[in-house]
């Protein structure tokens, strides 16, 4: 592995990239990605964008010096020939018109920041017919290279309607300074049946300054929660916070703030202290919280990292936070050390540790053995003690640890019935004499035991020239 490694450092380091332009462009897609007949009416299953019951897989990946921002591949479930999305940014699974085909919010943030919708059909992503949205800071760094946003996005539906929640921050490039937020905001755009932004709303928040605000969000219902990782907390910096709202019944159009979680919060396991950054990270599925807490410290190990399970009772707006969980909770594989960053990314799958179960994929930076960064992944049912817990060095896990190798990027592809699929991505591995190639595997799509099967997500053979960090993002739930 080499030793410099871009994009992939420690995840709660106080860094922010001011992004360069660039356009959103598509490789020419195949006919199986044009726009077919409307889906039936019908609630799609998440990232299921053609609309045959299976999940579709999406990968991120990078291209140095080529691309500014993640390229995205996404395979048809049922195996047929994917299609590239390239210099895309990111993706996230919406259901944006009510019908069986899920949708897409494609966004990146930069001078030149962009923001689509696009429909599923029986043919997958109508990337062609892509509405462009209208981010409302836009006009505020427009035509000022200096100046950027960084953002993060996300779709409801509730009430018969369609919503995109956006969270992000302004940022400016001091030069030889470098780069400063200079104030944050919360967006929540209601659309019509063609897309169109109908109703605007818009929370700004100037002082103090925002650092990280709003780089983890996660909806469920009528829910939006924001990340505020570097809030300061009863004097703590850097302590986090999440600040959950939900729609208002009278009229769903317009969000209210409800609570502001932390842990110095009634009936969160352990006290606010410096630079946790609670809220780093976020996953929500049907009221279902997970939040990563990547900067915990336990007692000498600094940055060890816990994640925080919390049910959110949208109706009554209330809250239950279960037992945090660490690689010191008993039960959990392998311990506590010190820049583990536990926590750095999660998922929210079904089925994983038994029938039914609400399970969450926790990401971890640790070292395994004395290989730094390379990685690992714990599996956590939400409320009850059963864990399951994998690195390169396990039986059947395809790879093998390496320096900087990041095996830690989770996603899990949901399923109509019975078991999710577990993605982890490791995109800093390298692989046939290639720096920083990348590596993604999946599960077989049961419980997980010590029989699980795990395979490879081949790089597709018509991946473009110089692509690298294959698993920077796997599926597309954040």
């Not at 897609?29 to 299953?45: F, R, V």
């Not at 937020?181 to 709303?201: F, M, N, R």
């Not at 945090?324 to 010190?338: C, H, R």
């Not at 690992?376 to 817990?389: E, G």
Request: glycine fraction near 12%.
């Amino acid at each position: 592995m080499s030793q410099t490694h871009r994009r992939l450092a420690p995840p709660i380091a106080l860094c922010v990239s001011l992004l360069t332009c660039a356009a959103f462009a598509a490789m020419p897609a195949p006919a199986a990605i044009a726009a077919g007949l409307p889906c039936a009416a019908g609630t799609p299953l998440a990232s299921d964008f053609d609309g045959d019951g299976l999940a579709d897989l999406v990968v991120g990946a990078d291209r140095p010096h080529v691309s500014d921002f993640t390229d995205l591949n996404i395979q048809p479930g049922d195996g047929s020939a994917g299609s590239w999305l390239l210099n895309a940014g990111a993706l996230r699974s919406a259901d944006l018109n009510g019908d069986s085909c899920a949708d897409a919010i494609l966004y990146h943030g930069g001078h030149e920041p962009s923001l689509k919708a696009v429909l599923g059909t029986p043919d997958g992503l109508d990337v062609a017919g892509a509405t462009a949205v209208t981010i409302p800071q836009a006009a505020d760094v427009a035509d000022d290279v200096r100046r950027s946003l960084a953002f993060e996005a996300a779709g409801l539906r509730h009430d018969g309607i369609s919503q995109i929640a956006l969270s992000g921050r302004h940022v400016i490039d001091l030069e030889e300074d470098g780069p400063e937020d200079y104030g944050a905001y919360v967006d929540l755009l209601t659309l019509d049946a063609s897309l169109a932004v109908t109703t605007t709303q818009v929370f700004t928040f100037a002082d103090p300054t925002p650092w990280d605000f709003g780089s983890a969000l996660a909806t469920s219902g009528r829910t939006v929660a924001v990340g505020d990782p570097s809030a300061t907390v009863s004097g703590k910096g850097g302590a986090g916070a999440v600040r959950i709202y939900t729609t208002d019944t009278a009229d769903p159009t317009h969000m209210v703030l409800r609570k502001v979680l932390t842990q110095n919060s009634a009936g969160v396991p352990g006290s606010a202290e410096e630079f946790d950054a609670f809220g780093s990270s976020l996953a929500m599925l049907n009221g279902r919280l997970a939040i990563g807490v990547p900067g915990e410290t336990d007692g000498k190990h600094y940055r060890a990292g816990l994640v925080q399970p919390v049910l959110w009772h949208e109706s009554a707006r209330t809250y239950h936070a279960y037992r945090p969980i660490s690689q010191n909770t008993s039960g959990v594989p392998d311990k506590n050390e010190e820049g583990d960053a536990f926590g750095m990314d999660v998922a929210i799958g079904r089925g994983l540790t038994e029938k039914n179960s609400y399970d969450i994929v926790i990401g971890s930076q640790e070292s395994v053995g004395s290989i730094d960064y390379a990685g690992s992944v714990t599996v956590a049912n939400f409320s009850k003690s059963l864990y399951r817990a994998y690195t390169q060095a396990g039986s059947g896990i395809p790879g093998n640890p390496q320096t900087k190798d990041y095996f830690s990027f989770v996603g899990v592809l949901p399923s109509a019935a019975g078991a999710g699929t577990v993605l982890i991505g490791a995109p800093g591995e390298d692989s046939n004499g290639i720096d920083d190639l990348g590596r993604v595997i999946r599960s077989n799509g049961t419980k997980l035991t010590s029989r699980t099967v795990w395979t490879n997500v081949t790089i597709p053979s018509d991946a473009p020239a110089g692509l690298r960090d294959w698993g920077l993002s796997v599926g597309a739930d954040g």
